[in-house]
């Protein structure tokens, strides 16, 4: 195995990389996976190949940093994030020095890099709570217009804190994992009682997730400066929604059932040290925020994301948005700050996703409510079908990555397939 290129800022891996990897020597991200003689375990992706952590462990080359073994054996990730970022990004130092060393035991030992076509992605983590934010004020301005009054868009608190809900943590899935049409109570059109069958109005939402590397104690409160430390990693996140169930039920206590049925993450999770090359400063806030959720920094990312649509025997995708993770008007941080600031404490593993994110313009719009106009306006795919919303065996995929000066991080895939819900009775 050799490198065709010689990487611009000098990392050259002896692994030959595909050109728009979304795993290149720069990212690393971290997953559990499993393969034909190996149990679920952690691994870090590098261009096809993933790291086997726990075999390369037990061959000594981690040897310097005196940890148990085991929690690389895991079947989630929580163990390893919880000994804690010193730690964490040493072990992708160390992976990101043996895949440039020529001598190193990654190359020298069989086994310990596992072709991708042969591993199965897992659900990377213990998700003990998931947090759904509504941090895109063009998302939010959007709705606010299609259901209130276009003038008055966006709710009077809107501009003054990260918006916010607890979801369910249990149907977080992996991506792969088939989404079943969920039922629920629907009040049709010009009718005055509800009726109980699966959601014509499905949706996707196009969102990235953080996941929480660094818990605190009920009543402490993380400051703005330091709430970048408590963040481990980012995630693709797709909210699937039932926007019929939804509009029944949200009143007045807000998304439930029309949500909880299902979301899907990507099985990478990308190191916020990987993505530090693309940051950017996030949109101007006006009215200035609250100070305890005041910054100044460049608090944002630079990430290129995208949806696609495969209808059932389709050979092709459509892409249906392209937006980027700079939209965002609430950062991470002031999410997290925000989240913690009535002293609520955090966990390892948790996970607090962006809410949909839309862009300025008709192509970057995250999710079918604001690009059909919330069914008023089919869309045409490549295959020449139509859709308003998603029909049984679509698939959807998210995709997301940063490039600049030669230098790509990506996210990989969440994607997931619709199926029947045969369970009405």
Same mark, same amino acid.
Request: glycine share 10%; proline share 6%; net charge negative.
């Given at each position: 195995?050799?490198?065709?290129?010689?990487?611009?800022?000098?990392?050259?891996?002896?692994?030959?990389?595909?050109?728009?990897?979304?795993?290149?020597?720069?990212?690393?991200?971290?997953?559990?996976?499993?393969?034909?003689?190996?149990?679920?375990?952690?691994?870090?992706?590098? $261009?096809?190949?993933?790291?086997?952590? %726990? &075999?390369?462990?037990?061959?000594?080359?981690? #040897?310097? =940093? *005196?940890?148990?073994? @085991?929690?690389?054996?895991?079947?989630?990730?929580?163990?390893?994030?919880?000994?804690?970022?010193?730690?964490?990004?040493?072990?992708?130092?160390?992976?990101?020095?043996?895949?440039?060393?020529?001598?190193?035991?990654?190359?020298?030992?069989?086994?310990?890099?596992?072709?991708?076509?042969?591993?199965?992605?897992?659900?990377?983590?213990?998700?003990?709570?998931?947090?759904?934010?509504?941090?895109?004020?063009?998302?939010?301005?959007?709705?606010?217009?299609?259901?209130?009054?276009?003038?008055?868009?966006?709710?009077?608190?809107?501009?003054?804190?990260?918006?916010?809900?607890?979801?369910?943590?249990?149907?977080?899935?992996?991506?792969?994992?088939?989404?079943?049409?969920?039922? $629920?109570?629907?009040?049709?059109?010009? %009718? &005055?009682?509800?009726?109980?069958?699966?959601? #014509?109005? =499905? *949706?996707?939402?196009? @969102?990235?997730?953080?996941?929480?590397?660094?818990?605190?104690?009920?009543?402490?409160?993380?400051?703005?400066?330091?709430?970048?430390?408590?963040?481990?990693?980012?995630?693709?996140?797709?909210?699937?929604?039932?926007?019929?169930?939804?509009?029944?039920?949200?009143?007045?206590?807000?998304?439930?059932?029309?949500?909880?049925?299902?979301?899907?993450?990507?099985?990478?999770?990308?190191?916020?040290?990987?993505?530090?090359?693309?940051?950017?400063?996030?949109?101007?806030?006006?009215?200035?925020?609250?100070?305890?959720?005041?910054?100044?920094?460049?608090?944002?990312?630079?990430?290129?994301?995208?949806?696609?649509?495969?209808?059932?025997?389709?050979?092709?995708?459509?892409?249906?948005?392209?937006?980027?993770?700079?939209?965002?008007?609430?950062?991470?941080?002031?999410?997290?700050?925000?989240?913690?600031?009535?002293?609520?404490?955090?966990?390892?593993?948790?996970?607090?996703?962006?809410?949909?994110?839309?862009?300025?313009?008709?192509?970057?719009?995250?999710?079918?409510?604001?690009?059909?106009?919330?069914?008023?306006?089919?869309?045409?795919?490549?295959?020449?079908?139509?859709?308003?919303?998603?029909?049984?065996?679509?698939?959807?995929?998210?995709?997301?990555?940063?490039?600049?000066?030669?230098?790509?991080?990506?996210?990989?895939?969440?994607?997931?397939?619709?199926?029947?819900?045969?369970?009405?009775?």
């Amino acid at each position: 195995m050799s490198n065709e290129t010689v990487n611009k800022r000098g990392l050259n891996p002896f692994l030959t990389i595909p050109q728009n990897s979304d795993f290149s020597i720069y990212n690393l991200p971290f997953g559990i996976f499993s393969a034909p003689g190996k149990g679920k375990r952690a691994g870090i992706a590098i $261009g096809e190949y993933v790291v086997d952590l %726990a &075999d390369a462990a037990d061959e000594g080359l981690f #040897e310097e =940093l *005196d940890i148990d073994h @085991e929690v690389f054996e895991s079947d989630v990730l929580n163990e390893m994030i919880a000994l804690g970022k010193p730690v964490t990004n040493r072990i992708r130092t160390i992976v990101q020095e043996a895949l440039c060393d020529e001598k190193s035991l990654l190359k020298s030992i069989d086994g310990l890099l596992v072709p991708m076509e042969n591993v199965t992605m897992h659900m990377p983590l213990r998700v003990g709570d998931y947090t759904d934010f509504y941090s895109s004020k063009e998302h939010a301005t959007n709705v606010g217009s299609m259901f209130r009054d276009p003038m008055n868009a966006l709710m009077p608190n809107w501009k003054h804190l990260p918006v916010g809900y607890h979801g369910r943590s249990s149907s977080i899935v992996v991506s792969g994992t088939e989404i079943q049409r969920p039922n $629920g109570q629907i009040l049709p059109e010009g %009718a &005055d009682e509800p009726v109980f069958a699966p959601t #014509e109005r =499905l *949706d996707f939402e196009l @969102e990235v997730a953080f996941v929480i590397g660094k818990p605190t104690m009920m009543g402490e409160i993380v400051n703005v400066e330091e709430a970048e430390d408590h963040i481990f990693g980012l995630m693709l996140f797709n909210d699937w929604s039932a926007r019929d169930i939804q509009k029944w039920e949200y009143r007045p206590l807000g998304p439930f059932l029309g949500k909880s049925f299902a979301s899907t993450v990507s099985p990478w999770i990308v190191p916020i040290e990987a993505l530090e090359p693309f940051r950017v400063k996030g949109p101007e806030q006006n009215p200035k925020p609250l100070e305890y959720l005041r910054t100044n920094d460049k608090n944002s990312f630079d990430i290129q994301l995208a949806a696609s649509i495969r209808p059932e025997g389709s050979g092709s995708e459509t892409t249906v948005c392209e937006t980027n993770f700079r939209h965002l008007y609430w950062s991470m941080g002031q999410q997290l700050v925000h989240h913690t600031s009535n002293g609520c404490n955090i966990r390892i593993g948790d996970l607090m996703a962006s809410g949909t994110i839309s862009g300025p313009d008709e192509g970057s719009l995250g999710c079918l409510l604001e690009i059909t106009q919330n069914g008023s306006k089919a869309i045409t795919l490549d295959s020449g079908e139509k859709r308003t919303w998603l029909e049984d065996g679509d698939r959807v995929t998210l995709r997301g990555f940063a490039e600049k000066d030669g230098i790509r991080v990506g996210f990989g895939e969440s994607a997931g397939k619709i199926r029947i819900n045969v369970n009405v009775s």
